[in-house]
């Protein structure tokens, strides 16, 4: 796996197979067949675990009482692990993922990850006296990935430089994309 997580980092997913990592490691290139079937099967693998590391990583604060607060820290994680962990973040987000189908532990692991954020949305609802259906959970949850999801883009890649935004406005879009998610879903 750390091999393999090599290769991507080194050369990009392009490059990933088990035929590669077998000569990196020194071993016979049937060897990686052992632990996986095929160059989709350790891909799958590396995701999910990204997947599951993500989630853990948005889930690592304690609930409080205040579902807005929850939701909040919940977005200044996601932009966090995405800054801090830009190979998995582009992995699970940027990469054509292998069929899901055949890989239902990286599938569990990606919707256990959204699932945290509808459940945080439903935490909100129920607090207020709400109680909008799934597809309006899910509509609103779809809203506030994509708004920190092209943040987390924008702040990893040359956008910034190339538009000539200071720096300033790039340590002050965290704080003011969350509030205007905050806005739009009326906090």
Sequence with gaps: MAEAMAIIAAEGVEKLSLREVARRLGVSHQAPYKHFPSRDHILAEIVARAFGDFARHLDAHPQS???DADLGRMGVAYLGYAI????????MFGTPL?????????????????????????????ARGTSPGEDAIRLDALFIWSCLHGLAAIRSSAAAATLGLPASVMEASPGHVLGRIGDALGR
């Design 84 to 91: 801090s962990h830009p190979l998995e973040y582009r992995l």
């Design 65 to 67: 009482a205040d579902a």
């Design 98 to 126: 292998p069929p899901g189908e055949d890989h239902p532990e990286m599938m569990r692991q990606a919707r256990h990850a959204f699932a945290l954020l509808c459940e945080g949305l439903r935490r909100r609802a129920v």
